[in-house]
């Protein structure tokens, strides 16, 4: 069963500006991860939250977690041509090795 | 090698043959994933490795499918009597381990039933 889902399904926005997408999910996790994948071929691994922090950075990635209210975002600032991809989260429940993804948020950076 | 490899990148099959999939991961990780993603939606998991312990095949949609992963390293998906809702992308996927690590994806195997 699917655990996260993003919103929004697509987004569209200027080069330069900021996007942020959201994950929801229903039970309690060990991590919450966030992939992008172009193409629709293989995915990339972006950052992972574990469920004892809040708040993570990767260069201009900036993730959030809630665990009270099972929700996470991921922004990226001051967006690039080359950030145009599909981003998906991935929830690892707590006690479970599988990772279960949503259907992913397709971002398009225009020029 | 440096990451997770697939082969072959596509392939296409006549309904009612076998395929096989393959999977190198990378050296060391113990965990290794595979999954189906489907045009425009996120991934189905199907069948996990960990170590010589059972895998867990619980993902798997039908008794078409089956995996082997020999010598802890290198996996192979096999699909029986493809059929045209087999059409799809396989993704393998490996890790360290199963708890707190990441997965590193390997390319995929576009799939197309004809």
């Known amino acids: 069963s699917q655990q996260g889902e993003e919103d929004p399904q697509a987004l569209s926005i200027q080069e330069g500006e900021n996007a942020t997408m959201n994950c929801s999910y229903k039970?309690?996790?060990?991590?919450l991860q966030w992939y992008r994948q172009n193409s629709g071929r293989g995915l990339v691994h972006l950052i992972l939250?574990?469920?004892?922090?809040r708040e993570k950075h990767s260069g201009r990635l900036r993730v959030t977690l809630d665990t009270s209210k099972k929700s996470s975002s991921l922004l990226i600032t001051a967006s690039r041509a080359a950030d145009t991809a599909s981003y998906f989260c991935a929830v690892r429940p707590y006690n479970d090795y599988k990772l279960s993804f949503g259907a992913g948020t397709t971002v398009t950076v225009r020029a | 090698g440096a990451g997770v490899s697939q082969s072959p990148s596509n392939k296409v099959t006549e309904k009612g043959k076998d395929v096989e999939l393959r999977c190198d991961p990378i050296?060391?990780?113990?965990?290794l994933y595979w999954y189906r993603q489907s045009l425009g939606q996120g991934l189905e998991f199907l069948i996990y490795?960990?170590?010589?312990?059972?895998?867990?095949k619980s993902g798997l949609p039908s008794d078409r499918f089956s995996a082997e992963r020999t010598g802890g390293s290198v996996s192979t998906l096999t699909i029986q009597r493809t059929q045209q809702e087999d059409s799809a992308v396989y993704l393998c996927a490996s890790s360290l381990d199963t708890v707190s690590y990441e997965q590193y994806f390997g390319p995929g195997t576009r799939l197309t039933v004809t």
């Open positions: 050296s060391g990780h113990t965990a």
């Open positions: 039970t309690s996790i060990n991590n």
């Open positions: 939250i574990r469920s004892n922090e």
């Open positions: 490795f960990q170590g010589n312990s059972a895998p867990d």
